[in-house]
């Protein structure tokens, strides 16, 4: 992941899709990302997040709703699945620099009680260090949002993915939003969450000749750590159902 120029050095991801988003992906596995959140009110989902604690989600600033509900453990978020779990937010953590637009466009959500971690709900470990990412590099991008680029589009029920390469791109341009209900979900490459979804070029949100746009994790690693106390937990199976935590 290399850092871009001004206005945009060290906050953004450019890749250019080999999808077109989670427009026209695939149906994810169910339960195959168990570290996915979908975020809600009054009973809708509007973004998505990635829980890196058992008490942590990471997800898009852009999106700054009172009231939220995080609901682990869902593949199918207009069913009452008994897989899942729903949890308010104790207190927002919007990046301090956050300009209400593109840049630090970055936040935590500290919940309200422990997520219960077990065959549908594990955290994702954040990377340690800022790594260099190949050109060409396939990532996956995953989320609950609409099946088509309208306004009158409805969410996708299920869990979506998509396949998304790495592209070199040395300028920012001008941006639209990622498509709608995707915005703060995770970006993950090599089984690591580099980046969290923000936004595309505006010429055409979901044609992949244009490059979508990232939030750069490794950039915050700093301020993830000192608000959190860690850069998330790895899971491991203590049988074939359940799995203990460690704040190692």
């Given at each position: 992941?290399?850092?871009?120029?001004?206005?945009?050095?060290?906050?953004?991801?450019?890749?250019?899709?080999?999808?077109?988003?989670?427009?026209?992906?695939?149906?994810?596995?169910?339960?195959?990302?168990?570290?996915?959140?979908?975020?809600?009110?009054?009973?809708?989902?509007?973004?998505?997040?990635?829980?890196?604690?058992?008490?942590?989600?990471?997800?898009?600033?852009?999106?700054?709703?009172?009231?939220?509900?995080?609901?682990?453990?869902?593949?199918?978020?207009?069913?009452?699945?008994?897989?899942?779990?729903?949890?308010?937010?104790?207190?927002?953590?919007?990046?301090?620099?956050?300009?209400?637009?593109?840049?630090?466009?970055?936040?935590?959500?500290?919940?309200?009680q422990k997520a219960k971690l077990n065959e549908f709900v594990q955290?994702?470990?954040?990377?340690?260090?800022?790594?260099?990412?190949?050109?060409?590099?396939?990532?996956?991008?995953?989320?609950?949002?609409?099946?088509?680029?309208?306004?009158?589009?409805?969410?996708?029920?299920?869990?979506?993915?998509?396949?998304?390469?790495?592209?070199?791109?040395?300028?920012?341009?001008?941006?639209?939003?990622?498509?709608?209900?995707?915005?703060?979900?995770?970006?993950?490459?090599?089984?690591?969450?580099?980046?969290?979804?923000?936004?595309?070029?505006?010429?055409?949100?979901?044609?992949?000749?244009?490059?979508?746009?990232?939030?750069?994790?490794?950039?915050?690693?700093?301020?993830?750590?000192?608000?959190?106390?860690?850069?998330?937990?790895?899971?491991?199976?203590?049988?074939?159902?359940?799995?203990?935590?460690?704040?190692?």
């Amino acid at each position: 992941l290399t850092a871009l120029p001004l206005p945009c050095t060290y906050c953004y991801l450019l890749l250019g899709g080999s999808d077109s988003g989670i427009v026209g992906g695939k149906i994810a596995k169910p339960h195959s990302r168990k570290y996915m959140a979908s975020l809600q009110t009054d009973g809708s989902h509007f973004c998505g997040g990635f829980l890196i604690r058992d008490n942590f989600v990471v997800t898009a600033a852009l999106y700054f709703i009172d009231k939220t509900v995080i609901v682990l453990g869902a593949h199918n978020i207009t069913k009452p699945e008994k897989s899942q779990q729903k949890i308010q937010v104790k207190k927002y953590f919007p990046h301090p620099k956050y300009d209400e637009k593109f840049d630090f466009d970055i936040m935590l959500l500290e919940l309200k009680q422990k997520a219960k971690l077990n065959e549908f709900v594990q955290t994702i470990g954040l990377p340690k260090k800022d790594k260099t990412v190949k050109a060409h590099t396939e990532c996956t991008v995953s989320g609950w949002g609409r099946m088509q680029p309208t306004k009158e589009s409805n969410p996708s029920d299920v869990l979506r993915e998509a396949q998304e390469k790495i592209q070199m791109e040395e300028a920012c341009a001008s941006f639209c939003l990622f498509s709608q209900g995707d915005s703060g979900g995770p970006l993950i490459c090599k089984n690591k969450p580099l980046g969290i979804s923000a936004f595309t070029s505006d010429n055409d949100c979901t044609d992949p000749k244009y490059p979508h746009s990232y939030t750069k994790i490794s950039s915050f690693l700093p301020w993830i750590e000192h608000n959190t106390g860690g850069l998330g937990n790895e899971s491991k199976p203590s049988d074939s159902k359940y799995y203990n935590h460690h704040f190692n």
